[in-house]
C-alpha cells in the first residue's frame, strides 16, 4: 500500500515517538511510516527508541552548523533525500523560520501540551505548560494536534483531547497524565488523518 513517509523531529525523551511507532505495529497507523527521527539534541533518548525499532536518525546542531540557515538547509537535504512527506514535530524544541514552515505549509503538525488557545506560544513549552495550567487554576487541560505555521502554536487545530487536573497534581504528574491520556493518543491519530487527507490529494509524489 502507498504509505506517506513521515520524519519525526525530536529533543527530549521521544515517548511521543514511540507512541508513533507503536501505533504503526498495532494498525493505528496504516498509511504512514516513520522514515525518519532527526534529533538537535545528540543525548535524545528519542535516538534511542528510533535504533531500538530500525528507523534512520539524522542529528543536527546549529552549534555544528554555525547557523539557524544552515541548520535547516542540513534538515532539508535530508528531508528531500528520503522523499518525506509529512514533518511531526514529537517535542522538537528549536525554532523553525518562516521560510522553513512555508516550504512545508500543511506538511508539519505539532503536539503541544495544553488546550490551544490556553497556555501556548512563546516561552510555553514541556513542564512550564503544565506550571502554568497549575497556576491558573483550570480543571480541565489536555493536548492539541496542530498545523505548523511561522506563528508558535499559531496553527490550525487538527485534533485535541481534554485530561481532568487533579487535586494535589504537580507539574511532572500531571504532565504524565496529559501524556498518557492525550499526546500519545490523538498524535497518532493525527497522523492516520493527515495521511489519508495527503493520499487523496495525491500527497506523497
Ligand atoms: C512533551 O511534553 C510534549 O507535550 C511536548 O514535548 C514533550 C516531549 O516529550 N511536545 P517526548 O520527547 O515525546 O517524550
Known amino acids: 500500500m502507498n504509505k506517506i513517509k513521515v520524519a ?21 497507523i496504516t ?6 527521527v532527526v534529533s538537535n539534541k545528540k543525548s535524545a533518548y528519542a535516538l534511542q ?3 531500538d525499532n530500525n528507523i534512520p536518525s539524522v542529528v543536527f546542531t546549529k552549534k555544528d ?6 541548520f535547516e538547509k542540513a534538515i532539508i537535504t535530508e528531508l528531500d533525500k528520503r522523499h518525506i512527506d509529512l514533518i511531526v514535530l514529537a517535542g522538537f524544541l528549536s525554532i523553525l523560520s518562516e521560510d522553513f514552515t512555508r516550504r512545508y505549509s500543511h506538511r508539519i503538525i ?3 501540551p495544553s488546550l490551544i488557545p490556553s497556555f501556548c506560544g512563546q516561552g510555553y513549552y514541556g513542564l512550564k505548560v503544565h506550571e502554568a495550567a497549575l497556576e491558573r487554576g483550570v480543571k480541565i487541560t489536555g493536548a492539541t494536534v496542530h498545523y505548523v505555521n511561522e506563528i508558535p502554536d499559531g496553527g490550525e487545530i487538527i485534533l485535541q483531547k481534554a485530561v481532568k487536573v487533579n487535586k494535589g497534581d504537580t507539574p511532572e504528574k500531571l504532565q504524565l ?9 490523538i ?5 492516520e488523518l493527515v495521511s489519508r487527507e495527503l493520499l487523496e490529494q495525491g500527497g506523497n509524489k
Open 8 to 28: 519525526v523531529m525530536v529533543s527530549g525523551g521521544g515517548t511521543n515517538l514511540q507512541a508513533i511507532i507503536d501505533a504503526c505495529k498495532s494498525g493505528i
Open 65 to 70: 552548523l554555525g547557523s539557524q540557515e544552515a
Open 31 to 36: 498509511h504512514a511510516e516513520v522514515a525518519l
Open 49 to 51: 527508541r528510533a535504533s
Open 187 to 191: 498524535l497518532p491519530e493525527a497522523i
Open 177 to 185: 497524565r496529559v501524556m498518557k491520556q492525550a499526546e500519545w493518543k
Open 110 to 112: 505539532n503536539i503541544h
